[in-house]
Structures are given as structure tokens and as C-alpha cells.
């Protein structure tokens, strides 16, 4: 007898999907705050003149070059670094990956080097010159413009088009599909070994009244008992389950990442003005629900973030495929197999040790699908492959396989378990 597998390869494409689909609407608008030209053809006409700067250091050298200052210019390295990014001005001070030419631009200016959060020059906003001052402020437009953008079209992220453009890619019918594949497979085996056992005892014993009221009235409660699920109607309840958690989900992470944007937005509008609140991880906590230090660059703060965001992603994507996925295929093959005549099954675990403690005394016990054994760590019943990242396997059995006693019942174990014949 073949038991129901688990499709990993196949979970795996639904992670692959599901991560696609959450990167396009939640990761991608983010991830665009680093890339200048996706930001450039969504930016409004007035801001593109602006954002049309080329991000080479060595033409910003050149542009400088031609320009001939009242002054002699000795901080075009430093300003070509500001402009690439490669070196942030934020709260007095000056991060980022320095070489030798900007290093000896910052200290000309009168910057000091601390090794103190990783390593930086401090330098006060009023000690720097006005040339250099005015392309900080110009990086610090030309981000805020980005994170604008941003959150403008998180704005515009449905979760219900998420989940709709997942359901879309037919996922749920290739899953029922090969489901169906591997339960006619499943089964010629169950009943190939099934055809070698004898059919059980006919003759028994006369009933007794009592034991005749019971049967009556387990008929009735039968009767009553709403009907079983169609497959149609599993597949529906599935895909419909799915959405919602799609949706829920993403309308989630777009409330917060909007939240994290503006928080940013705020303090990149604040910078160096007089009116600012005292306290800006106070204020940003309490108006936008993200701490932010304002003593920590804006843009790394962004790298953090986006980063937060990828991770949240690939995480919620596994448990979905996983567990929700899983789950909807193993319940497939489950009503298909009692629909088939299999109401029983044999449990079987991987026998290493990443067994759950709880499901090591299953091993081998033949059970009920509508009556499983009781999981102790997860505190309900549950079959194979039901609780997250289970690799437990479901062997289908027939009632014609099973062991009765000299009066046709099922025989067990102490445990509650079927006795194979």
C-alpha cells in the first residue's frame, strides 16, 4: 500500500507564486525608492527636470568642474558621493563608505571622525558651506519625492487584487489535478492488497434489545448529521480560504509599511527646521505607529525597512504554501479516499528526529479519518500532514482489512487504534 505524500515540489511552486505576487504589490513599491529611472516616469512633469540627474559620481565631477566658484571648490568628491548616495548627511553627521578623496573633503570642512555607531564625521549643519548644504538638501528632496511616491501607490493596493491575481494562476486546479492522479494510484495499490484478505464473518451472533436502540438512534443522529462536503465544494472552501488569508494579510502590511513611510516622509520634511518636534521618535511613535531615530540616516532606515519587508514576505509565502496549501490538497485526497470506501488509514512518520514528540506514538496505529487521534502539543485531533510542516504519511485502508472480533466488530487496541486482520 502506497501512502498519500506530501507534494513538496509542488508546495514549492505555490511559495514561488505567492512570493511573487506579494513582491509585486507590497515589495516593489518600496524597492523603487533605490531605483531612479521606475520613480522618474511616475514622477509628476514639475519634478523630473529634478529627478533627471544622472547618478554617475564621475559626471557630477564634471559638472562641478565647469562651474567656476567665487571660491575655489575643494568638496567635489564629497558632493558627487552625496549625490550617488554612497554618503548621507543626517543629524550633524556624515555616514556611508568613505574613501580617501571624501574623507579629505569632509575633514577640510572641518569635520571630526568618531568611531562611536559604526564610525562617521560629525560635522553641524551651520559649519558646512553653502554649495555643499544645498546638494544635501537637494539628496534629501530628491528622497522624499521617492518616498512620496511610495506610499502613494501603496495607497493604491487592493488586497482582494492580490489574492486575485494568485487564485488566477490556476494553482488550485493543477493542485486538484495531480491530487487526483495520485489518489487513483494510491488506491489500485489499497486495493490490489485489499483483494488478498479474506471478506469478513457473515454469521453473528442475534442482537440484543439494547444493542438495538443504540443502532437506531446512531442511524438517526446519522440522519441528522449535516451531509459530507462535495469535492467541488472542498476546492471552493479552499480557494475562498486562501483569499481571505491573501487579502487580510496584505491589507495588513500595506496599513504598516504606509505607516513606516510617512513616518519617513515626516522626518525628511523636518530636517534642520526650527519647529520640529523635540522629541521625533516620540512624535513619529505616537502619529505614524513607527520609531524612527532621527539620529540614524533616513535612507538607512529604508534598507532596513525594505529588508523587513522581503523577509515578512518569504515567511508568510512558506506558511501559506505550507500549511493552507497543504492542508487543502491533504483534505482533497482524505473525502476522495472515504468517498472510495477507505474510511481508515495506517499513520506513518518519517521515523528521525524531527518527528513531533506528540505524533511519535501514531507511528503504525490504524485510525478513523472522521475520528483521528488527539495531538497533545497541538491540544485537538488531527490527521498526516494536517499541522504545519508535518511530513507524516497516511497509508488508505478498507474496512475489509481490518480485524473483527467472533461478533463482526472492529477490533482494537488499548489506545483506540484498529487492528489490521
Known amino acids: 500500500m502506497r501512502p498519500f505524500k506530501a507534494d513538496w515540489v509542488f508546495i514549492d511552486k505555490v511559495e514561488a507564486e505567492l512570493q511573487k505576487q506579494f513582491k509585486r504589490y507590497l515589495y516593489a513599491p518600496i524597492k523603487k525608492i533605490f ?13 523630473r527636470e529634478f529627478l ?33 548616495g554612497r554618503i548621507q548627511y543626517w543629524a550633524n553627521k556624515f555616514t556611508g563608505r568613505f574613501d580617501a578623496k571624501v574623507s579629505k573633503d ?53 488586497g482582494l487584487k492580490v489574492a486575485a491575481a494568485f487564485i488566477a494562476t490556476g494553482l488550485f486546479l493543477e493542485a486538484l489535478e495531480r491530487s487526483e492522479k495520485d489518489f487513483e494510484e494510491t488506491m489500485a495499490e489499497t486495493d490490489k492488497d485489499a483483494g488478498d484478505l479474506p471478506p469478513p464473518p457473515k454469521a453473528t451472533p442475534p442482537k440484543k434489545a439494547e444493542e438495538k436502540q443504540i443502532e437506531k438512534r446512531e442511524e438517526e443522529l446519522a440522519e441528522e448529521a449535516p451531509k459530507k462536503k462535495t469535492l467541488d465544494e472542498i ?43 523635540k522629541d521625533m521618535d516620540k512624535y513619529i511613535l505616537e502619529h505614524y505607529g ?40 491533504t483534505t482533497y485526497k482524505y473525502e476522495r479516499s472515504k468517498e472510495s470506501g477507505c474510511n481508515y488509514f495506517r499513520w506513518v512518520t518519517e521515523g528521525d528526529d524531527r518527528v513531533r514528540p506528540s505524533h511519535k506514538p501514531f ?31 497516511a497509508i488508505p485502508i478498507k474496512e475489509s482489512q481490518l480485524k473483527r472480533d467472533e461478533s463482526g466488530k472492529l477490533m482494537r487496541k488499548p489506545d483506540g487504534s484498529f487492528i489490521m486482520a
Open 363 to 393: 507511528n503504525g496505529n490504524i485510525y478513523n479519518f472522521d475520528d483521528p487521534p488527539y495531538d497533545t502539543q497541538l491540544k485537538r485531533a488531527v490527521l498526516p500532514q494536517e499541522a504545519y510542516n508535518c511530513r507524516c504519511e
Open 52 to 84: 533627471e540627474r544622472p547618478s554617475i559620481e564621475e559626471k557630477y565631477r564634471r559638472i562641478e568642474a565647469e562651474v567656476t566658484p567665487k571660491y575655489p571648490d575643494t568638496s567635489t568628491d564629497l558632493k558627487a558621493a552625496l549625490r550617488s
Open 106 to 158: 569632509i575633514r577640510n570642512l572641518g569635520g571630526q571622525w568618531r568611531d562611536s555607531e559604526g564610525g562617521h564625521f560629525y560635522l553641524p549643519l551651520t559649519n558646512i558651506p553653502q554649495h555643499v548644504a544645498k546638494v544635501i538638501t537637494e539628496v534629501n528632496h530628491d528622497f522624499t519625492v521617492r518616498l512620496e511616491e511610495a506610499e502613494k501607490e501603496l495607497r493604491g493596493v487592493d
Open 235 to 277: 476546492a471552493a472552501m479552499w480557494e475562498n480560504n486562501m483569499k481571505w488569508n491573501i487579502q487580510e494579510w496584505s491589507e495588513d502590511e500595506v496599513k504598516s509599511l504606509r505607516k513606516n513611510l510617512k513616518g519617513l516622509i515626516f522626518q525628511m520634511k523636518n530636517f534642520d527646521k526650527k519647529n520640529k518636534p
Open 35 to 47: 531605483q531612479r529611472k521606475e520613480i522618474i516616469s511616475n514622477a509628476n512633469p514639475k519634478d
Open 290 to 329: 513607527a520609531k524612527i531615530s532621527e539620529t540614524i540616516y533616513p535612507g538607512i532606515q529604508m534598507k532596513n525597512l525594505t529588508k523587513a519587508e522581503l523577509f515578512k514576505i518569504e515567511s508568510k509565502a512558506s506558511f501559506l504554501a505550507r500549511n493552507e496549501f497543504g492542508l487543502f490538497m
